[in-house]
């Protein structure tokens, strides 16, 4: 990779920046902590998997069914 090139540019000018944050560290790390929180603890406490428990197996069937009885 040449280094007068974009995407080294690119990275050189992200790696330097992150290899010398301190609190921006830290700030990355409560980020994701919470994204994971979002995406993956409280996915299964509000959105339960709707589809599985009411198709039972037929879910191309099922959506059809409520696509036409709501007349979408």
């Known amino acids: 990779m040449h280094k007068d090139g974009f995407w ?3 990275f050189d000018l992200y790696y330097d920046g992150f290899r010398n944050m ?13 994204l994971f929180i979002m995406f993956a603890i409280l996915k299964f406490f509000f ?8 198709a039972a197996g037929n879910e191309a069937g099922f959506v059809a069914t409520e696509l036409i009885e709501r007349g979408v």
């Open 47 to 54: 959105f339960p998997n709707f589809l599985k428990e009411h």
């Open 8 to 10: 080294y540019r690119a």
């Open 22 to 34: 301190r609190l921006g560290k830290t700030l990355w790390a409560i980020i994701f902590i919470k």
